[in-house]
């Protein structure tokens, strides 16, 4: 009976004007190879932000082109104090 | 080949009767008080009648493309060990899934989409208004600008319901935690927050700092619009300036001291 424990990025989703990829990571814990208990786990990556994702990545090389991350910078001063 | 007519055959004893024969056939019914012991096959020429009187209704029914389930209550249906349910819609597509108790899948999955809180508005055209399109739990990593988590902790969680985001994070400081400044953001939010047209303003997010010493403090930040980031928690209602969170505001913050985050707000 052994208990493993693996992470899969399952869901990568392009949203917003900007272009924010959100990202959606299982956690699974697996008895035996079944699996039998899962999390998901959440993050967003910015334009101008990096992953170590391999998918990831190559998302960022196409969707976050410097014109959008130069929009997206202005898009952020413009609501600072 | 001789005819017997005959109105009742009975065993001389009274037990069983045994009719051996290719094939014994009855243009009417077949009745006994007592059992029917069939070695071979039992062909009847009115199926209806006879599943009802053996009390299987149409489930019974074999190679039909349409089973209806008529008469009577299904109180469970229960898949085979191991195995889940799934019910489809008239497309193929699944639309409801009851996963077993050893899957990772949840127990009951709806494809969403296609739930509707109000069946009475089917086909009204306002059906939007009722349909649950998603929902989802997990949790997410804060980061917290300028502040360095060392042996203290972070934590997040948030429950999304239709576009609606609900997260409560924070952290708590250990003995090696410490402030590099000014706590200008909060980063690593679950969902890209909606950027509305025109001058609407961004998502209220609620803050408490907790000083294990001495008292609560409240605070309050917002989400930025189009962005997965909190901005500015402050106190008092003033954004900027010496509200701003930071290793003295608002207490000098010790081991075991903490903050808590909790708000919604759109997802894009």
């Known amino acids: ?81 | 080949m001789s005819l017997l007519k005959t109105n009742e055959i009975q065993n001389y004893n009274g037990s069983s009767l045994t009719l051996t024969a290719s094939t014994v056939s009855t243009s009417a019914q077949l009745n006994t008080g007592g059992n029917i012991s069939v070695t071979g096959s039992l062909n009847v020429s009115d199926d209806s009648t006879t599943r009802t009187n053996l009390g299987l209704g149409s489930m019974a029914t074999q190679n039909a493309n349409a089973v209806a389930i008529t008469g009577g209550t299904i109180n469970t249906v229960q898949p085979a060990t191991g195995q889940s349910l799934t019910i489809k819609d008239e497309d193929g597509n699944t639309a409801i899934t009851v996963g077993t108790d050893n899957t990772a899948a949840g127990y009951l999955s709806l494809s969403f989409g296609s739930y509707h809180g109000d069946s009475g508005q089917a086909g009204s055209g306002t059906l939007t208004g009722n349909t649950l399109d998603d929902y989802e739990e997990g949790t997410f990593t804060p980061t917290f600008a300028n502040f360095t988590t060392g042996n203290g902790s972070v934590f997040g969680i948030y429950r999304k319901i239709g576009d609606m985001v609900t997260i409560y994070c924070g952290f708590t400081l250990g003995s090696s935690s410490s402030f590099l400044g000014t706590m200008h953001t909060i980063g690593g939010l679950p969902f890209t927050a909606l950027s509305p047209t025109g001058s609407a303003t961004e998502n209220n997010i609620n803050c408490l700092m907790k000083d294990v010493s001495s008292a609560n403090h409240h605070g309050f930040a917002r989400v930025q619009r189009g962005a997965a980031t909190i901005a500015y928690p402050h106190i008092d209602s003033l954004e900027g300036g010496s509200n701003l969170i930071s290793s003295s505001t608002p207490f000098t913050w010790v081991s075991s001291d903490n903050m808590t985050v909790f708000g919604q707000y759109l997802a894009s």
């Open chain 1, 1 to 81: 009976m052994a208990l493993t424990k693996q992470t899969i990025t399952d869901k990568i989703e392009i949203v917003g004007q900007y272009n924010h990829i959100q990202v959606r990571e299982v956690i699974q814990v697996l008895e035996d190879g079944n699996v039998i208990s899962q999390s998901f786990h959440r993050y967003v990556v910015a334009p101008g932000e990096t992953s170590t994702d391999s998918k990831v990545s190559a998302v960022i090389s196409a969707v976050h082109t410097q014109d959008v991350i130069n929009a997206y910078q202005a898009h952020l001063a413009a609501q600072n104090t």
